[in-house]
C-alpha cells in the first residue's frame, strides 16, 4: 500500500510540474514615446466581456513585465490594460499568447493620474513628482499665516531663520500659484501670505524650472508651490494690524496683496520696536549656490566693533529695535510664459545691545582671559532693487535680472576691555550693481544653446575709530591721542561669459560649455593715529596697503546628463587656465599665480522604489585664496585683532563626498531620511597668532596643513491619524579636526557636536490644540597638545497650548526652557514665558488681541560658546516684558 502511495504521490507532483512547464507566459516591454523604458508600471490581464482583473503584476526597473496563466486557459477575449502615473492607460488584446505584447505609453502631462487618500483624515495627494498638502487638514485657528501651517506638515522641516527643507533637502525656491516672485527670499510669504488663501501646498521634487531643459538636464532640486484658493484670486487681500502698549511699544503691519492669474504682488510696511527682526524676511537662503554658480568671491566686510556671538534665542528674546520696512514685490505676466518681475525694499533700523563677555583662550602652560564690556548702538539703512525679464517657453528661455544695492550703516559702541575705556564708531558703506543675463534656445535639430553674461561692480569704503588712548603703547609711543583711524576699501569689478551646447537625446544629454571670467580689485587701507591737535600721523608702512589683483580664467567644460526615471546622472568635468596677478608696491610685493584646474563633480540619484531613492555626491574643487588673503600691511580689524600675512596665495584642495537615502510613504504620511557627509580640504599655508592679554596679531605663513570634518544626519517625521498628531526626530552628529598655530606651537584639534531633537503637534480636539519640541545638544573640543577638554551640555524645550472654546475667543500660552551645564561653572537655567487672547467682534470684521511677551519678565541671559580651544561666557541684558494691544482686520 506504501509503495503504491509512493507511486501516486510522485504521479501527482509530476502533473502539477508537467502544467507549470505548459503554462502560458505573457511576456512585454513597457517605454514611453522616447523609447525610456517605465518602471512599476500597473499591468492589469482582464476578461474584455466584464472588464474584471483577471491578474496583474507590475513593471520591474528594466520595463518589463510577465503574466502567467494556465496552459489550457483560451487567450481569446482577454485584454491587457497598462498604467502609470504621468502617462495614458493604453489597452491591447492578446492574440497569440506567445507573442510579446509591448506597450509604448503616452505621456499626459495635463491628466496625471493623482492618488488620493480621502477621510475624515489629513489629505494627501501625489501626482508624478509632486506631493500635495490640504493646508485646512493641518490648519487650527489661530494659524494667521502660511508659515504657520507649513511648520506642522509632516516631512517638513523651518530652521530658525526661516529656511524650509523637505524630508531633510532645503527647498530651491517657493512659488506662488506656479510664478517666482520672491527667488529665494521667499520668509517674505511665509510671513505674510494668509493661510486662509492658501489651498495646498505642494512639494516638487527634482524641479527643472526652466521649460527646454526638462527631461534633458537632470534637477535633484526640491520646490515648494502655493496653490491659490479661487475665490482669492479675484480679489485683494489684506491682513493689517496696528498694536501699542507697555513699555512704549508699538507694531504696525500694514499689507496688499494680488494672486490673479496674470498679477501677483506683495507689498507691506512694517514697523515695531518690539524686537521682530523685519531683516529676517530679506534673507536669501541659497545665496551661497548662487555665489558659487556665479563664481564670484564678494568681498567680505572686514572691520567690525568686536566678535559677538549671539545668544541662541529668537532675536525678538533679546533685540531692542526701533525698525521699519518699505516691501515691495510685483510680477506681471506680460503674455503667455513672458513675466517682467520688479522687487524692492527699505529698511531702516536703530539697534541697542548691552552685553558683557568673557573669553578664556587655552594655550600649552598657559591661559589667557578677556573681560569686556560693550554699549552697542547700530542704525542700518538698506536699499535693494531688482527688475528681471523671464520668458520661459518650451523651445526658448530668456532671463535677465538687474539688481542695485546700498547699504549704508553707522555703529558706536562704549567700551570697556580689561578695565580700559574707549569709544569705538564705524561707518560701513557699501554699493553694487550686477546684471545676470541667461538665453537658452532649443534649436530645429532638438539641440540646446545657451548663451551667459554676468557682470558686476562693488565698493564697500569702511572706517572706524577708536580712542581715546587706546593701547597707546602699540599704536602712538606710550603717549596719549585722541583717536585711532583705520579705513579700508575693496572695490571690485567682475565679469563671467560663456556660450555653451546641449545635445539631448533618448538615454542622455551631453553638454559643452566655455567661457572667461575676469575680476580686478585693488585693496586699499592705512592705519593712522589722530593726536590731541587733531592731526593725523600715520603709522609705519607696515599698517597701509595698496594691494592691485586681477584674477583672469579661461574655462571649458563637458557635462552628461542621465535624466532617467530610474537613474538619475550627472557628471560634470571642467577644465580651467587660472591666471592670477597681485602687487602692492609699498612691499615690493609683484607675483603671478598660472594654474590649470581639473574640478569634477558627480551626482547620482537611483529610485529604489515607486517614494524612494538614494543620492550619491563626490566633487573636487581646486580653490585659490583672495585679495583679502594677501594683504602684507596691518590691519585692525577690531580693537582686539590686528591682521596680516606672509605667505604665497593660499591654494586649497577640496574633496566632498555625501550619500544620502530618503524615505517617504505617502499612504500612511511617513517620511524619513539618512544623510552622510565627508570634507576634507589641505592647503599650502596656516594662520599663526600671537595672543597677548591685550591683543591677537594673526600672520599667514607657509606651512602646509589640512582639515577633516564629517556630519551624519537623519530625520524622521509621522503623522499619527489616530492621535491626530505630527511626530518628528532628528539626530545630528559632527565632527571637525583642525590645526592652528598659536604663541608658536601647533595645536590640533578635534570638535564634536551631537543634537538630538524631538517634537510632536497635535490636535487634542477642535478646540484644544498642542506642540512640544525639545534640542539636546552636546559640545566637546580637545586637543592632543594641551591635556584639558572642553565639554558643554544644552538642553532647549518649547512648548505652546492653544484653547478656543468658542469660535469668536481664542487663547494661547507658550514657553521655552534653556539649561546649559559646563564643569567649573554654575548651571545656567531660563524660562520664557508669552500669552496671549483674541477676541473677534463680528460685526466690525474685526480682532482684538492681547499679547503679553516674557510675562515673567527676565532681563538677563547668559550663554557658552566652545570653539577649539576659546571658551567664551556672555551675559546680555532682554527686553524684559512686553505688553501689546492689537487691532486685526482684513481688506
Not at 582671559?369 to 527688475?387: G, M
Not at 535680472?401 to 547699504?407: E, F, G, R, V
Not at 538619475?568 to 602692492?584: A, F
Not at 570634507?679 to 595672543?691: D, G, K, P
Request: glycine share 4%; proline share 3%.
Amino acid at each position: 500500500m506504501s509503495r503504491v502511495m509512493r507511486y501516486a504521490g510522485l504521479l501527482i507532483i509530476a502533473l502539477l510540474f508537467s502544467a507549470a512547464g505548459f503554462a502560458q507566459n505573457i511576456r512585454g516591454t513597457v517605454k514611453d514615446s522616447t523609447g525610456k523604458v517605465v518602471p512599476f508600471a500597473s499591468v492589469n490581464l482582464k476578461n474584455s466581456a466584464t472588464n474584471g482583473i483577471i491578474k496583474y503584476t507590475i513593471t520591474d526597473v528594466k520595463g518589463t513585465y510577465v503574466l502567467q496563466l494556465p496552459a489550457t486557459m483560451p487567450v481569446n477575449g482577454l485584454t491587457i490594460e497598462v498604467r502609470c502615473v504621468g502617462y495614458k492607460t493604453e489597452t491591447k488584446a492578446i492574440t497569440d499568447a506567445q507573442a510579446p505584447v509591448d506597450f509604448i505609453l503616452a505621456t499626459s502631462i495635463n491628466q496625471l493620474q493623482s492618488i488620493v487618500i480621502k477621510s475624515s483624515r489629513p489629505v494627501l495627494r501625489t501626482s508624478g513628482d509632486t506631493l500635495s498638502y490640504k493646508v485646512s487638514d493641518f490648519a487650527s485657528v489661530q494659524d494667521r499665516v502660511i508659515g504657520d501651517v507649513i511648520k506642522k506638515l509632516p516631512g517638513i522641516t523651518v530652521a530658525a531663520d526661516g529656511k524650509i527643507s523637505y524630508n531633510n533637502k532645503p527647498i530651491s525656491n517657493l512659488y506662488i500659484g506656479g510664478d517666482n516672485l520672491l527667488d529665494d527670499k521667499y520668509n517674505i510669504a511665509t510671513a505674510t501670505i494668509p493661510q486662509g488663501v492658501v489651498d495646498q501646498v505642494q512639494v516638487i521634487q527634482n524641479d527643472q524650472p526652466v521649460k527646454v531643459l526638462q527631461n534633458k538636464v537632470m534637477s535633484d532640486d526640491v520646490a515648494l508651490n502655493l496653490s491659490i484658493k479661487k475665490d482669492a484670486k479675484l480679489q485683494l487681500i489684506g491682513q493689517e494690524s496696528i498694536g501699542a502698549g507697555l513699555p512704549g511699544n508699538y507694531d504696525v503691519d500694514l499689507n496688499a496683496m494680488m494672486f490673479k492669474n496674470n498679477y501677483k504682488a506683495i507689498n507691506y510696511l512694517k514697523g515695531n520696536n518690539t524686537g521682530d527682526d523685519l531683516q529676517e524676511e530679506l534673507v536669501s537662503h541659497n545665496f551661497a549656490d548662487a555665489t558659487q554658480r556665479i563664481d564670484n568671491d564678494v568681498p567680505v566686510t572686514l572691520l567690525s566693533l568686536g566678535a559677538v556671538n549671539d545668544p541662541a534665542l529668537s532675536r525678538d528674546r533679546y533685540l531692542f529695535d526701533q525698525s521699519g520696512l518699505i516691501n515691495l514685490n510685483n510680477l506681471v505676466n506680460l503674455q503667455k510664459n513672458v513675466q517682467l518681475k520688479i522687487n524692492a525694499y527699505y529698511f531702516h533700523d536703530n539697534e541697542r545691545q548691552d552685553y558683557s563677555q568673557r573669553t578664556t583662550i587655552f594655550l600649552p602652560g598657559d591661559t589667557v582671559r578677556y573681560n569686556e564690556t560693550q554699549h552697542n548702538h547700530f542704525s542700518p539703512d538698506i536699499l535693494h532693487t531688482q527688475f528681471t525679464l523671464n520668458i520661459n517657453r518650451p523651445q526658448y528661455y530668456l532671463n535677465d535680472a538687474l539688481l542695485l544695492d546700498d547699504n549704508r550703516s553707522a555703529n558706536y559702541s562704549n567700551l570697556n576691555t580689561n578695565g580700559a575705556l574707549v569709544n569705538q564708531v564705524l561707518n560701513d558703506n557699501a554699493l553694487s550693481f550686477s546684471n545676470e543675463f541667461n538665453l537658452i534656445r532649443s534649436l530645429k535639430s532638438n539641440n540646446i544653446i545657451q548663451a551667459y553674461s554676468y557682470v558686476s561692480h562693488s565698493a564697500e569704503p569702511e572706517t572706524r575709530r577708536i580712542g581715546p588712548d587706546f593701547d597707546a603703547a602699540i599704536f602712538n609711543n606710550n603717549s596719549p591721542y585722541a583717536q585711532l583711524l583705520q579705513n579700508v576699501n575693496v572695490p571690485t569689478w567682475y565679469t563671467n561669459n560663456y556660450l555653451s551646447f546641449k545635445i539631448p537625446s533618448d538615454f542622455i544629454t551631453q553638454s559643452f560649455r566655455a567661457g572667461f571670467s575676469v575680476q580686478s580689485q585693488t585693496l586699499t587701507s592705512n592705519l593712522g593715529v589722530v593726536q590731541a591737535n587733531n592731526m593725523i600721523s600715520q603709522e609705519p608702512d607696515s599698517s597701509m596697503n595698496h594691494l592691485n589683483w586681477t584674477r583672469k580664467k579661461l574655462y571649458a567644460e563637458a557635462a552628461y546628463d542621465l535624466p532617467g526615471s530610474i537613474l538619475k546622472v550627472n557628471l560634470t568635468l571642467p577644465l580651467s587656465l587660472q591666471q592670477i596677478n597681485y602687487s602692492d608696491s609699498l612691499y615690493k610685493l609683484n607675483k603671478d599665480l598660472t594654474r590649470f584646474y581639473f574640478n569634477p563633480q558627480l551626482k547620482v540619484k537611483y529610485q529604489t522604489g515607486i517614494e524612494n531613492y538614494m543620492t550619491f555626491l563626490y566633487s573636487y574643487r581646486n580653490e585659490t585664496g583672495t585679495i583679502e588673503d594677501m594683504y602684507q600691511g596691518y590691519i585692525l580689524k577690531d580693537y582686539q585683532t590686528l591682521y596680516a600675512n606672509n605667505a604665497d596665495l593660499t591654494e586649497r584642495q577640496n574633496q566632498q563626498a555625501a550619500v544620502g537615502f530618503n524615505y517617504r510613504k505617502a499612504l500612511t504620511l511617513f517620511f524619513a531620511s539618512l544623510n552622510v557627509l565627508y570634507n576634507h580640504i589641505t592647503s599650502n599655508n596656516i594662520a599663526s597668532e600671537v595672543i597677548t592679554s591685550t591683543l591677537q596679531q594673526r600672520v599667514v605663513l607657509p606651512y602646509p596643513n589640512s582639515t577633516d570634518s564629517w556630519t551624519v544626519n537623519s530625520t524622521v517625521s509621522k503623522y499619527s491619524f489616530a492621535l491626530k498628531t505630527t511626530f518628528s526626530g532628528g539626530v545630528q552628529w559632527q565632527s571637525n579636526s583642525s590645526v592652528q598655530i598659536q604663541n608658536n606651537a601647533l595645536l590640533p584639534f578635534k570638535t564634536t557636536a551631537e543634537t538630538v531633537n524631538v517634537s510632536a503637534d497635535t490636535k487634542v480636539c477642535e478646540q484644544v490644540n498642542f506642540s512640544y519640541k525639545a534640542t539636546v545638544t552636546q559640545t566637546d573640543s580637545h586637543s592632543e597638545v594641551e591635556a584639558s577638554a572642553e565639554h558643554i551640555d544644552q538642553l532647549l524645550q518649547q512648548g505652546s497650548l492653544e484653547y478656543n472654546p468658542v469660535a469668536d475667543v481664542q487663547f494661547k500660552l507658550s514657553g521655552e526652557h534653556y539649561f546649559t551645564r559646563q564643569q567649573g561653572n554654575p548651571d545656567l537655567k531660563y524660562f520664557f514665558a508669552d500669552a496671549s487672547a483674541k477676541f473677534r467682534i463680528k460685526k466690525w470684521k474685526t480682532d482684538l488681541e492681547l499679547a503679553a511677551n516674557n510675562f515673567l519678565n527676565v532681563k538677563t541671559y547668559s550663554a557658552l560658546y566652545l570653539s577649539a580651544n576659546m571658551l567664551t561666557a556672555s551675559s546680555y541684558t532682554l527686553p524684559g516684558r512686553i505688553v501689546l494691544i492689537k487691532v486685526l482686520f482684513n481688506l
